[in-house]
């Protein structure tokens, strides 16, 4: 069964890889990891493998799931899919001919649009060639400040159909962001114990460099210590543009 999302800009979740390491300043506080312990201590099947404690946690060892390919099959309506919200599919533990088999199930499906997310974007960049895109595949980084804008230009030469970006959690300013040939962008702070906070200022920031480029912003939350906590507006309205969903019928 596919898990129905508490994401804003998502509807679903499918995990056919669990797990990852921390590679940059936005995994301090990775909800996905905490949320990984919690399920090994219930039992949870997918997540008895443990990561190394230094980048990783328990329950939280990079992880296929073969048995998991074929859960969009199964779904009856068009949905939109966030892809291993609980893991990064361009992870170097997961090997190209997974990510084959993953790509190959999107292309098996036109009716649902699924939303990859990276922070491996230099893997991401070099694998591009060598995998076939389908057309209802929304490909996206994380950029959560302006120490790793190179990911959007690694990202930029991927033959997506939408190419997004994730600053979330946005901690610092995108000055000298370029969105030429992104096709959407989602903005948020971060939440939790021990959140960082977020300058509005950052936020405006990435917002008019949106509205000057005609790209799609969506604004998910404020943040802090529960996701809701400060709510979504921003300058007194709710900012939920996105890219037109697939709607194509199997």
């Known amino acids: ?11 679903a979740t499918w995990n056919p890889v669990t797990g990852c390491d921390r590679v940059s300043l936005g995994c301090d506080h990775c909800y996905a990891m ?18 190394d404690p230094r980048t990783s946690g328990p329950g939280f060892g ?4 073969p048995a998991a390919l074929d859960i969009p099959l199964r779904w009856r309506s068009p949905r939109v899919v966030f892809v291993n919200s609980m893991s990064d599919l361009f992870h170097a533990k997961v090997p190209i ?7 190959d199930v999107m292309r098996e499906t036109p009716q649902h649009t699924y939303q990859v997310l990276t922070k491996r974007s230099l893997r991401l960049k070099r694998l591009a060639e060598q995998l076939e895109w389908p057309g209802n595949l ?35 300013s995108l000055d000298g962001l370029v969105l030429d040939g992104i096709g959407w962008v989602i903005a948020g702070g971060e939440s939790g114990v021990g ?15 949106c509205d000057e480029a005609d790209v799609p912003f969506f604004f998910k939350q404020w943040g802090g210590r529960t996701p809701k906590a400060m709510g979504r507006e921003l300058d007194g309205r709710l900012w939920d543009s996105m890219p037109a969903v697939s709607t194509v019928v199997a």
Not at 62 to 65: D, K, L, P, S
Not at 97 to 103: E, L, P, Q
Not at 139 to 153: H, I, K, P
Request: charged share 30%.
């Open 195 to 209: 959140h960082r906070s977020m300058d509005p200022e950052w936020v405006r920031g990435i917002r008019d460099a």
């Open 97 to 103: 001919g997974f990510i084959r088999d993953v790509f």
């Open 138 to 172: 929304w490909m996206g980084v994380s950029v959560e400040s302006a120490d790793y804008l190179d990911r959007v230009d690694h990202l930029r030469s991927v033959p997506a159909a939408v190419r997004f970006l994730s600053c979330e959690p946005l901690l610092g």
């Open 34 to 51: 905490t949320l990984a312990k919690r399920l090994k201590s219930m039992g949870a099947e997918k997540y008895q493998n443990d990561g």
């Open 1 to 11: 069964m596919a898990d129905k999302s508490s994401i804003e800009w998502t509807e």
């Open 62 to 65: 990079v992880t296929i799931h």
